[in-house]
């Protein structure tokens, strides 16, 4: 046998456990909990992320959009000014899906 193999072997209950400690912390890690007392917080904001984009707000966010198109188009307003207002309206309706977007690279860096 080659002196390589001998280390390796000699060394292996040492590597498979640093193996199972570094499993268990990151199983240990990937758990995510609420922090305590934050019930109320959550409760909060979720009430304002439901008004935000429920059925009043997208109704006002369509009747925007469609004023401040009408009002670019019959030179009433500027070009960038009008094009603001669309994308602020992006940004709030597709806010959920762009915060996914950034965890799953921030957890695909590591």
């Known amino acids: 046998m080659s002196r390589l193999s001998v280390n390796l072997r000699a060394r292996l209950p040492v590597l498979t456990a640093l193996a199972s400690a570094f499993a268990s912390s990151v199983s240990a890690q990937s758990v995510q909990t609420d922090p305590a007392g934050s019930g109320p917080i959550l409760g909060a904001l979720q009430w304002v992320q439901g008004t935000l984009l429920g ?45 996914a977007g950034m965890r799953s690279m921030a957890t695909g860096l590591r």
């Not at 707000?57 to 009747?63: G, K, P, R």
């Not at 309206?89 to 806010?95: L, P, Y």
């Open 55 to 99: 059925n009043l707000a997208t109704t006002a966010a369509v009747i925007a959009v469609a004023v401040v198109g009408l009002m670019m188009l019959t030179g009433r307003i500027e070009w960038r000014r009008g094009v603001t207002v669309v994308i602020g309206a992006f940004i709030i309706f597709g806010a959920a899906a762009i915060v």
